[in-house]
């Protein structure tokens, strides 16, 4: 069955800070690969999608994910954060259903 | 932009009450979903419709009914609801399915607690 983990439920960093989501799905095809964002009291928002070409694919307010096949991974990165950043972000994956991980509470220090 | 709202924001009821959330999008979408957001689980699908009259099982049905009433409303029934569902539940739309769409629209959740 396919899964997605997000081995970190919660991360702080400090603003200004790099930061690194961690992301790994269970899928023996390349499936579409996807972040959400969940700011409070809102729905989740798609930050960017990934199926094929280039490994590293930009998304909105300069955030970014890469594609590893061989690590089965889609790790989310920020050169920078701000406190805004604050959110809980989903990884979600799928060949036909789109299968969600369990999140993971970002919280921005200032 | 596609909109896509849910009532109520917040709902308490009691063990083995009756409970409709309520699901309207705005764009003509042609699939609709329910899901279940837990702490440690993520989002899970409960039911998913893909036009006025269509309902389609989840992964976690059990307990839950749904119907699409026309392209723009969805509802989610609990007909005797559990503590069991409590959650975050929430509605969304797409114009293709699943991992084939673009994204899917969300709307801002039910906080549903059954006690």
């Known amino acids: 069955a396919q899964s997605v983990t997000q081995p970190d439920a919660r991360v702080t960093v400090s603003e200004g800070a790099s930061l690194q989501l961690r992301c790994k799905y269970s899928?023996?095809?390349?499936?579409?690969l996807f972040w959400y964002v969940q700011y409070p009291r809102q729905g989740l928002q798609m930050l960017l999608k990934?199926?094929?070409?280039?490994?590293v694919v930009q998304g909105v307010n300069g955030f970014e994910a890469e594609f590893s096949k061989s690590d089965s991974s889609f790790h989310l990165r920020k050169a920078s954060v701000h406190w805004s950043d604050s959110a809980v972000y989903f990884c979600?994956?799928?060949?036909?259903?789109?299968?969600f991980g369990s999140g993971t509470q970002l919280t921005v220090m200032p | 932009e596609a909109a896509v709202t849910q009532s109520p924001r917040n709902k308490v009821t009691v063990t083995g009450g009756n409970v409709t959330l309520s699901c309207r999008q705005t764009?003509?979408?042609?699939?609709m979903y329910w899901y279940r957001q837990d702490t440690g689980h993520g989002l899970r699908l409960i039911h998913y419709?893909?036009?006025?009259?269509?309902?389609q099982i989840g992964d976690v049905p059990d307990g839950y009914k749904a119907t699409r009433t026309t392209q723009e409303d969805f509802f989610l029934l609990l007909e005797l609801a559990s503590p069991s569902q409590t959650s975050l539940y929430f509605c969304?739309?797409?114009?293709?399915?699943?991992?084939?769409?673009?994204?899917?629209?969300f709307g801002s959740g039910t906080r549903l607690t059954v006690l």
């Open positions: 899928y023996s095809a390349t499936p579409y």
């Open positions: 990934y199926y094929s070409g280039d490994p």
């Open positions: 419709s893909y036009g006025a009259g269509n309902l």
């Open positions: 979600a994956s799928g060949s036909w259903q789109l299968i």
């Open positions: 764009n003509s979408h042609n699939y």
């Open positions: 969304a739309s797409s114009e293709e399915w699943g991992a084939f769409a673009e994204t899917l629209y």
